[in-house]
């Protein structure tokens, strides 16, 4: 498996730039237009540590890799814990590490790119850095964002990061099982979601028990196969 190392000063050599989140718009486009060329459909998936992001890609890589032939950029900070977790799916899959960032750049997913047989791929996953507030800023050239959180982050957690919100497309509450002890209402949460962007389609998951998962493909505009399971 292919490890991108963040290297000191080239986040640096981006912010050198006049207009830091105008330089990353460019490099999103240009991740954009090679992913077009190839025909491949990219979705950022972005969430806190911890609210099921690995293993949503997981799932949605089980259900669809009868039909689809799966790609993944897996950001973290310094470890592939989570990428050794998605290669046993049967994804290709590039890890990035960022060091001290605390989001994937289009610089970085640019990278990531080359080293992926993106002419065999139909379907890519990025997979970013645990954070509900950096990630929103910076696009990566995603056709689609996911954002997925977690009733175990409290019943504020929308109304406290609405930015994050606003661009996604699908958002994912999982973990809706420990609803009830977690005195965190899912209900709630959609509203708030729907609130900051009525576009959002929001979808009540448990990845632990693989609940909700085919929602989350329709949701996104994917087809899991004839064999899918609810």
């Known amino acids: 498996m292919k490890v991108i190392e963040f290297q000191e000063g080239e986040s640096f050599d981006i912010e050198l730039e006049e207009d830091l989140l105008k330089r990353n718009q460019q490099l999103a486009q240009a991740n954009g237009q090679l992913l077009e060329k190839h025909g491949i459909l990219a979705i950022d998936v972005m969430g806190s540590v911890g609210s099921g ?17 799966i790609g993944v950029v ?11 977790r998605i290669v046993e799916k049967g994804a290709q899959v590039v890890e990035v590490n960022t060091g001290k960032e605390c989001h994937l750049d289009a610089n970085l997913v640019g990278k990531a790119l080359r080293e992926l047989p993106l002419e065999k791929l139909d379907l890519l996953f990025i997979e970013n850095v ?12 995603a056709h689609k964002r996911l954002v997925v959180i977690s009733v175990t982050e409290g019943p504020h957690m929308v109304v406290k990061h609405p930015h994050i919100f606003r661009g ?8 809706v099982e ?3 002890p977690m005195k965190v209402d899912p209900e709630e949460l ?14 009540k ?15 996104l505009g994917l087809m899991a196969g004839s064999g899918a399971e609810a």
């Open 53 to 69: 992001k690995t293993t949503m890609i997981e799932r949605l890589s089980s259900r669809l890799c009868q039909t689809k032939t």
């Open 74 to 84: 897996a950001g973290d900070l310094t470890t592939t814990i989570d990428a050794d």
């Open 130 to 141: 645990g954070n509900l507030i950096c990630p929103a800023e910076f696009p990566l050239g």
């Open 168 to 175: 996604a497309d699908v958002v994912a509450i999982n973990k």
């Open 178 to 180: 420990l609803a009830a």
């Open 190 to 203: 959609k509203k708030d979601v729907l609130a900051v962007n009525p576009g959002a389609q929001v979808v």
């Open 205 to 219: 998951t448990s990845l632990v028990q693989d609940q909700g998962t085919k929602d989350v493909i329709e949701a």
